[in-house]
């Protein structure tokens, strides 16, 4: 397959602040009307002494278009995942956001959280039909929230339930929580925000699982629960889930399902067979809202009857087909995010399901699975690739250029560079552990086509031909992006980071 | 439809031919085969989920969708006085444009060199809002204020090694409510004491002497608000800093950066860590989807290393005088060291940081103050109308934006009536309050004309009467 030439735009853009003619201006507001500063009088007097600007903030001053042009070629120095094949950036490889739903998440941006419940009937009943009729049977769970603003947030939300149970139950002192390495490290991170000690279970070498009997012993009396990604982010799924729940269950525990990524797996399991009491889904990966450089998004929270007296406050209910707001819920975990969340992300994975229906969310699984074991023939073939433990994976898979860099020297963060130079993003490599060497973790989701998913291999064949052909071509990459390789080794410096350009000039001497 | 003609526009490879190619490279028979191979039949869900029928038209999904969403009313519709965490500023049409670009919408964890513009981008709002707080560090956003304040009394407790936080009582009862949950833990050792402080009921600034009293060798930061929930300028925020400084703590302020080209910033009153929410500088309201916190501080190695944030740090590259950019101190976050880590790091509101970035560069320095001044103007001009008003009266005087009215009727009644006129009027404290009486919280902006602050007054004068 041809691999195509590309450059990217390299626009060399100063930072705004370099732009900044003295005196120009890019927007005007609006003034007080004659009639109020009558009566009131100048601004300054409403400002007790102590508290006026003296000095004016050190903001760029630019004309209109001279600030819509700066970052209007930021935005094309920025390759979008409509633009590209964003295959490699797995674990949460972005499907296509239909257009259409931008314009109707719209519809809710004039529209304030706090409004009288009845001029807000539109946007309650879709939250609450979304949850109640999609998410209910895509899960089996009872009763969804979506006030957690991102994925990492839903799963805190959960570790604060699983606090506040033990608690109600008399066992405050179950404060250990259980994950797995290949969990995402939300699932390790959030439960220790919260006060959990967090015990990690690493995979057997050949399965790429945790074994069951580690697990038994690693839970007992102490146990709040558990936090467990499935499949992980090896793309394995744990075939004895559902012992694991039962396991965590019968030592007093709470399970917590991590559904960010559940695409492979709509309408063939669920969370409810699995044994799990409470989930969340990323909708911003999963049901298609877009992930717009990293939020905001929105972790669709899902539980069991039992647990549904624990979601934050408000929660939507509908009575008599009238939808209002409950925050008289005594066992609440109170707010995880003011108001009720990313509202507009809703609309849009509301939108996104009743284009899909049945069917097409299981289509969607089907084909994001069966992309994957295509792209795995593809790869397998790929000199210097490796893919660590045995048996199928289902929408992604962790590999390995382990081989490639002992072989030629090259690495993944070499190939990461080179593979821009065609067009593709960069790939996802791992988090840290780093348990697999020089990794890797594709995701060739439903929105790719065979064609896509063909060209993204062919790029990542070439690069790996040319760290055996002329590694210095690789190592040296980009050649053909909006920059060059970093030079700069002072990310951890405090005499030499700088985090804003007032620090950049004062540490270079620039002011 | 049979199942050979079911083609997804959104899923290409649902074409028969092409799968059924796919599975023959694969060797494999059908997907079931597949997912049987993979997971145990006792977890199979083994039937077509109960969902509605698909809406594969757009035309029929756009009209499906309006059909609910009409239902709303919008303060573009109504004239709403709706603030208290979410406020209605004019959005200039470039924060729209470039917040809709396809490149930002749709970016998500791309490299530094591909994603270069992002990167910038990213910078550039830390660059901008460190500006406006007289700060020299701050990260990507994170979800609102009160996330921003959650992890701001974290850092200080960690910074301090002391465990108690004091936070006026005054504060939003919900940011409130985030902030318990910061500052809970399921561990004895771990949890964090939130004790409150008063406030002065004539002015609706901090007791200072109730402070004073309540600082002691425990307290790791005394956090407070400019303006505060109720809308009040604290005059005393250098006198609040001193008093957390001589007490061996951090002072943490929220802000609503939008006033800060009239109020002093945050740094010249001793402030050490500042948090607030970015969503008035170019995002709409989106029933509350519109928020965006932040966290900045001076460029000191021990505050920086406590942030739970992405921090973006501009880097050179292999040819003179480019830029680059990477993530300083990367080690702290979740990504790296998972319950090691400051907090958590995740998916946040890195939209808006970018949107917000477009709002502060057009307005610059001179829009900045005049816009402030504005809203000074009108929420003052709005204050001393309705404190005119039989039947209705403004306690405290100094404040920028918002400002509780007290009303001689249940707020509730008040509210209900100005919905008859097409008023949203301002939320109702007098559940979380009581003290102020039947009160509730009005926010007039540069949205507001004089026009419609008069027609607000006919209405009252009606309603109260």
Redo the contacts between chains.
């Keep these: 397959m041809r691999v195509r030439e590309y450059h990217?735009p390299r626009w060399?853009?100063p930072?705004?602040?370099e732009l900044s003619t003295r005196g120009?201006?890019?927007?005007?507001?609006?003034?007080?009307?004659p009639?109020?500063?009558a009566?009131?009088g100048?601004?300054?007097g409403?400002?007790?002494e102590?508290?006026?600007?003296?000095?004016?903030?050190?903001?760029?001053?630019?004309s209109?278009a001279q600030?819509?042009r700066?970052?209007?070629?930021?935005?094309?120095?920025?390759?979008?995942?409509?633009?590209?094949i964003?295959i490699g950036?797995g674990t949460?490889t972005?499907?296509?956001?239909?257009k259409?739903n931008?314009?109707?998440?719209?519809?809710?941006?004039?529209?304030?959280?706090?409004?009288?419940e009845e001029?807000?009937?539109?946007?309650l009943?879709?939250a609450y039909e979304f949850g109640d009729?999609?998410l209910r049977?895509?899960s089996g769970m009872d009763a969804f929230t979506f006030q957690p603003?991102?994925?990492?947030?839903g799963c805190?939300n959960n570790a604060?339930m699983m606090?506040r149970y033990?608690r109600d139950n008399g066992e405050?002192e179950?404060?250990a929580v259980v994950t797995t390495i290949f969990s995402h490290?939300?699932d390790?991170?959030?439960?220790?925000?919260?006060?959990?000690?967090?015990i990690?279970l690493y995979p057997d070498p050949e399965t790429g699982l945790p074994d069951t009997e580690a697990l038994k012993e690693a839970v007992g009396p102490r146990t709040?629960g558990c936090f467990i990604t499935n499949p992980e982010d090896t793309g394995i799924?744990n075939?004895s889930?559902?012992e694991w729940t039962g396991i965590v269950h019968d030592a007093g525990g709470l399970c917590s399902y991590d559904q960010a990524n559940a695409n492979a797996?709509l309408?063939?399991?669920?969370a409810r067979?699995?044994g799990f009491d409470m989930l969340f889904f990323?909708l911003?990966k999963t049901f298609s809202s877009?992930?717009?450089?990293?939020?905001?998004?929105s972790a669709a929270i899902g539980v069991t009857g039992e647990l549904e007296e624990y979601l934050p406050v408000p929660v939507i209910v509908k009575r008599d087909g009238v939808y209002s707001l409950d925050y008289d819920r005594p066992r609440s975990?109170?707010?995880?995010?003011?108001?009720?969340?990313?509202?507009?992300?809703v609309?849009r994975s509301?939108?996104w399901?009743?284009?899909?229906?049945?069917?097409?969310?299981?289509?969607?699984a089907?084909?994001s699975?069966?992309?994957n074991?295509?792209l795995v023939?593809k790869v397998r073939k790929i000199r210097g690739a490796s893919l660590p433990f045995r048996?199928?994976?289902?929408d992604q898979a962790r590999w390995s250029l382990e081989k490639l860099k002992e072989e030629t020297g090259v690495g993944v963060g070499d190939v990461?560079?080179r593979i821009?130079d065609y067009g593709v993003?960069?790939m996802?490599t791992s988090?840290?552990p780093w348990l697999v060497p020089e990794p890797f973790t594709p995701e060739p989701c439903?929105?790719?086509?065979?064609a896509?998913i063909d060209y993204w291999c062919a790029v990542l064949e070439r690069v790996c031909e040319e760290a055996y052909r002329d590694p210095e071509l690789v190592k040296?990459a980009?050649h053909n992006?909006?920059?060059?390789?970093?030079?700069?080794d002072?990310?951890?410096d405090?005499g030499r980071?700088?985090?804003?350009?007032?620090?950049?000039k004062?540490k270079r001497g620039k002011d | 439809?049979d199942e050979e003609s079911?083609i997804?526009p959104?899923?290409?490879?649902?074409v028969p031919e092409?799968?059924r190619?796919?599975?023959r490279?694969?060797g494999?028979g059908g997907?079931d085969e597949?997912?049987r191979?993979?997971?145990?039949e006792?977890?199979?869900?083994g039937r077509?989920?109960?969902?509605?029928?698909?809406?594969?038209s757009?035309l029929d999904?756009?009209r499906?969708?309006?059909s609910?969403?009409?239902?709303?009313?919008?303060?573009?519709e109504?004239v709403?006085y709706?603030g208290?965490?979410?406020w209605?500023h004019?959005v200039?049409k470039?924060c729209e444009?470039?917040a809709?670009?396809?490149?930002?919408?749709?970016?998500?964890?791309?490299?530094?060199?591909?994603?270069?513009?992002?990167y910038?981008?990213?910078?550039?709002f830390?660059?901008?809002v460190?500006?406006?707080l007289g700060?020299?560090?701050?990260?990507?956003p994170t979800?609102?204020?009160?996330?921003a304040a959650g992890n701001s009394v974290?850092m200080a407790t960690r910074l301090t090694g002391r465990r108690e936080v004091l936070v006026p009582r005054n504060v939003?009862p919900?940011?409130l409510?985030?902030i318990?949950?910061?500052c809970?833990?399921?561990?004895d050792s771990?949890?964090i004491e939130v004790r409150l402080v008063d406030y002065d009921a004539a002015t609706g600034m901090m007791d200072m002497a109730d402070l004073e009293s309540k600082v002691c060798e425990d307290t790791a930061a005394v956090y407070f608000e400019?303006p505060n929930y109720l809308g009040v300028?604290?005059?005393?925020?250098?006198s609040i800093s001193d008093v957390a400084h001589d007490g061996g703590a951090e002072s943490v302020c929220g802000v609503d950066p939008i006033s800060?080209?009239?109020?002093?910033?945050p740094a010249?009153?001793g402030v050490d860590i500042v948090c607030g929410e970015a969503q008035p500088m170019g995002m709409?309201?989106?029933?509350?989807?519109g928020?965006?916190g932040f966290i900045a501080s001076r460029?000191?190695?021990r505050y920086?290393a406590e942030y739970p944030l992405r921090?973006?740090?501009?880097?050179?590259?292999?040819?003179e005088g480019?830029?680059?950019f990477?993530?300083?101190?990367?080690?702290r976050t979740?990504?790296?060291?998972?319950?090691?880590?400051k907090?958590?790091?995740?998916?946040?509101?890195?939209?808006?940081g970018?949107t917000a970035?477009?709002y502060?560069?057009?307005?610059?320095?001179?829009?900045?103050?005049?816009?402030?001044?504005?809203v000074?103007?009108?929420s003052?001009?709005a204050a001393?109308?309705l404190d005119e008003l039989d039947g209705a009266s403004v306690p405290f005087k100094?404040?920028?934006k918002e400002f509780p009215v007290t009303f001689n009727k249940p707020v509730r009644e008040v509210?209900?009536a100005l919905?008859g006129h097409r008023i949203?009027g301002g939320?109702d404290l007098s559940g979380e309050y009581p003290e102020l009486g039947e009160a509730a919280l009005y926010c007039v902006t540069?949205m507001h004309?004089?026009g419609m602050i008069d027609e607000l007054r006919a209405a009252l004068l009606e309603v109260l009467a």
């Design positions: 990217a060399s853009e930072i705004i602040h120009e201006r890019g927007f005007v507001p609006p003034g007080a009307e009639k109020i500063k009566k009131v100048p601004a300054e409403f400002v007790p102590a508290m006026r600007r003296r000095k004016p903030p050190g903001l760029p001053e630019l209109q600030v819509l700066h970052y209007l070629r930021l935005s094309q120095m920025t390759l979008g995942m409509e633009t590209d964003d950036v949460c972005m499907k296509y956001s239909p259409i931008e314009e109707l998440a719209a519809m809710i941006m004039d529209v304030h959280p706090l409004q009288p001029t807000i009937q539109g946007i009943e879709m009729v999609f049977e895509i603003p991102g994925g990492s947030a805190y604060l606090r033990h405050p179950r404060d490290p939300c390790a991170a959030t439960p220790a925000t919260a006060g959990f000690k967090v990690t709040a799924f075939r889930i559902d797996i309408g063939v399991t669920r067979e699995a990323n911003h877009p992930h717009g450089s990293s939020g905001p998004g975990i109170g707010k995880v995010r003011d108001f009720m969340g990313n509202l507009q992300v609309v509301y939108a399901c009743m284009a899909m229906g049945a069917r097409g969310l299981r289509e969607a089907e084909v699975m069966i992309n074991q295509y023939e048996g199928r994976r289902l990461n560079r821009v993003q960069s996802f988090h840290h439903e929105t790719y086509s065979k896509d040296t980009p992006s909006s920059n060059h390789r970093l030079t700069f002072g990310f951890d405090p980071w700088a985090m804003s350009w007032r620090a950049y004062r | 439809m079911f997804h959104y899923i290409p490879n649902s092409i799968k190619e796919m599975l490279v694969i494999a997907a597949l997912y191979e993979m997971i145990p006792r977890l199979l869900l077509p989920m109960d969902l509605p029928e698909p809406i594969l757009e999904l756009k499906h969708v309006e609910i969403l009409s239902k709303n009313k919008t303060a573009e109504y709403s709706l208290a965490g979410c209605r004019y200039p470039v444009e470039i809709s670009r396809s490149e930002f919408l749709t970016a998500y964890a791309g490299g530094s060199h591909s994603d270069l513009g992002r910038q981008a990213n910078f550039e830390q660059s901008l460190c500006e406006l700060m020299e560090v701050s990260g990507i979800y609102d204020w009160g996330a974290r939003s919900a940011r409510s985030i318990r949950n910061f809970d833990s399921a561990s771990g949890r400019n300028i604290e005059a005393e925020g250098a800060l080209g009239v109020l002093a910033a010249d009153y709409h309201m989106f029933a509350g989807g928020s965006c460029d000191e190695e920086v921090l973006v740090c501009i880097a050179d590259t292999a040819v480019e830029y680059g990477g993530q300083a101190l990367s080690e979740s990504y790296m060291a998972r319950e090691n880590a907090d958590w790091v995740g998916t946040t509101t890195t939209l808006w970018i970035a477009v502060m560069s057009l307005l610059g320095p001179q829009g900045m103050r005049e816009l402030g001044e504005t000074l103007q009108k003052h001009y001393a109308t100094t404040f920028f509210n209900e919905l949203f939320k540069e004309s004089v």
